[in-house]
Structures are given as C-alpha cells and as structure tokens.
C-alpha cells in the first residue's frame, strides 16, 4: 500500500507522464494529419498544375496556328502565295478556329450543366440520321487513325424523342473517344437497337486501350483523364465523357461504361421507351438479317 511522501511522489509521476504521453499521442496525430493533408495539397497541386498545361495546350496549339498562317496571308502581297497555298492555310485557320470553339463551347456546356441551367428541345429525331452523319464526320479521322469504322443500325429502330444536335454531340464525344483510344488495326463498332424496355440501345465498342473501374471513375470527372500527365498521348480536354453523361441524364436516358485494360471499352446509351415515339413502319422482310451496315 502506498502511503505518504512516497505515494504522493508517485501519483505526481504518473500524472506528468500521462500529460506527457498525451502530449506525444496528440503531436503524432497532428504529424499524421499535417502529412496527409500535405499529401491531399500535392496531389490536388499536381493536378491543378497538369489540368492547367493541358487546357493551355489545348487553347494554344489552335490560336498559334490561327496566328501562324494568318501572318502568312497577310504577307501576299510581298510573297506572292500561290493560289494552293493561300487555301491550305485557309483551311488550317479555319480548322484551328473551329477546334477553339469546340472547346469554348464544351467549357460552357460543362458550367452551364454544373449549374442547372441547360435546357433541351424536344422534337423527333432519327437516331440512324443523327449516327449516320456522326459516322460520315469520322470517316477520314479513322481512315488516318487505321481504325475500322462499323456502324450497323437494326431496321426495327424506333424514333426518339429528343434534342437532335445534343443528341449528335453525345455520340460525336462517346465515338471520338472510341477512336481516338483505339491503336491502328483496331475496329469501332457501332450497333443501334431497339432496347428490352422499347427504348433505344446505342452501343459503342472499341478494341482500345481500355481503362480499370477507378480509371473509368475519373474519366466521367470533368476535366479527368486517365493519362492526364507528360505521358499523355491523345488531345482532349477531358470534358467529352461528363458532357455525353450529362447530356443523356437530361434525356432521361442512362449511360453504362464497360471498360478492361488493355482489352478495349464498350459504351451503352439507353435512351428510355418514353423518349421513343412509334416505330417507323417498315416493310421490309423480317429475315434474319436484321440490322444493316451503313
Ligand atoms: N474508349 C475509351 N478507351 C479508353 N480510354 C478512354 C475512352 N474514352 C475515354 N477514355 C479516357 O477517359 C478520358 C476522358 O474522356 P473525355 O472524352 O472526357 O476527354 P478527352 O477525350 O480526353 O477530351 P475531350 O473529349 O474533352 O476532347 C480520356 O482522356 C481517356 O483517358
Ligand atoms: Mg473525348
């Protein structure tokens, strides 16, 4: 039994070195937590830092060629272009020009969505239109990619009801990135159906590079993407996939990505029976081939 000085002494002892434990645990904790946030800070840092070299890549490179040629031009008198030369610097501006828009205009989509304020006409369209046109525009980005282009669109393929250039943007986003992620000797297929539910069924699938869940996570993050560092190898902004999503919640509709590394990625858009209007008549013999290629 303790007892007088001695007890005192002790208790005194136990009470510093509790307060002094105390004391260690609490400086460990802020330590850790200096650390992590410190790590948080990076992190977010690094990607500020890559989000920014990317976006002013993406609005320099067309504003230099803008600049570039347009000097050139305006050099005629003195240079005396020939007449081939004067409409191939044309076309470079022009293409440039229309490039900086595409990315003004995806900038604002993706704020204008952010904050509620995007609305959508309703009218009905014809999805096989609206792909058709999307796959034309693609033909020659393939070709010089070495990509396949397969579309195939089933004769049954109800109307939809919607906002046909939204409409064409979401595909325009889901088969540039199917290209795009695409190495030479690979196929893009396109396949429209009508879905289970009466709806439509768009599936894009791509023999590309793939991505893992947590990669497919970002990719749907505005501004995300997967190889967002020096290493990046294909142009972009990241916008295109969280616009497409967007734009098909607000057609009521869903959109389900498939994706395995290395092996390539599948894209559905299910626009819902609802948005669909009645199945455009068709004569044509129910043989087994039920889907044509355009
Ligand atoms: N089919 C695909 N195969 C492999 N990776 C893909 C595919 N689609 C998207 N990704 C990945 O997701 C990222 C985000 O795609 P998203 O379309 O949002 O942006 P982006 O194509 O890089 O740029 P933007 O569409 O704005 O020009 C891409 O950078 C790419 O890393
Ligand atoms: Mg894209």
Not at 12 to 30: C, F, I, Q, W
Not at 64 to 78: A, P, V
Not at 127 to 155: D, H, W
Request: with cysteine.
């Amino acid at each position: 039994m303790l007892n007088g000085a001695f007890g005192n002494k002790s208790s005194t002892l136990m009470t510093e070195y509790a307060s002094l434990l105390g004391d260690a645990v609490l400086r460990h904790r802020a330590r850790i937590a200096e650390q992590s946030a410190r790590v948080e800070a990076e992190l977010a840092s690094k990607i500020k830092s890559e989000f920014i070299a990317n976006m002013s890549h993406e609005l320099r490179t067309p504003l230099n060629t803008i600049i570039g040629f347009s000097k050139l031009l305006t050099d005629h008198n003195r240079r005396k272009l020939p007449d081939a030369d004067i409409v191939e610097y044309a076309t470079l501006i022009n293409d440039a020009a229309g490039h900086l828009l595409s990315v003004i205009n995806d900038i604002l989509d993706i704020s204008k969505i952010q904050s509620g304020k995007y609305t959508l006409d309703s009218r009905e369209v014809s999805i096989e239109e609206i792909i058709q046109a999307c796959t034309n525009s693609f033909r020659l980005m393939a070709s010089e990619a070495g990509v396949t282009l397969a579309p195939k669109i089933a004769f049954d393929l109800p109307m939809a009801r919607g906002d046909s250039i939204k409409l064409r943007q979401i595909f325009t986003n889901i088969i540039s990135n199917a290209i795009k992620f695409t190495p030479r000797g690979g196929t893009v297929t396109i396949d429209a159906m009508r879905a289970n539910t009466g709806g439509v069924t768009v599936l894009v699938r791509d023999t590309g590079v793939g991505m893992s869940a947590d990669e497919v996570a970002i990719a749907l993050t505005p501004f995300g993407q997967v190889d967002g560092g020096r290493t990046r190898w294909r142009e972009g902004t990241g916008l295109g996939l969280p616009i497409a999503k967007a734009l098909v919640d607000l057609h009521g509709g869903e959109i389900e990505i498939r994706s395995r590394k290395g092996e390539g990625t599948e894209v559905a858009i299910v626009l819902p029976s609802r948005n669909t209007v009645l199945t455009v008549a068709t004569n044509e013999p129910q043989s087994a081939q039920s889907a044509r290629t355009l």
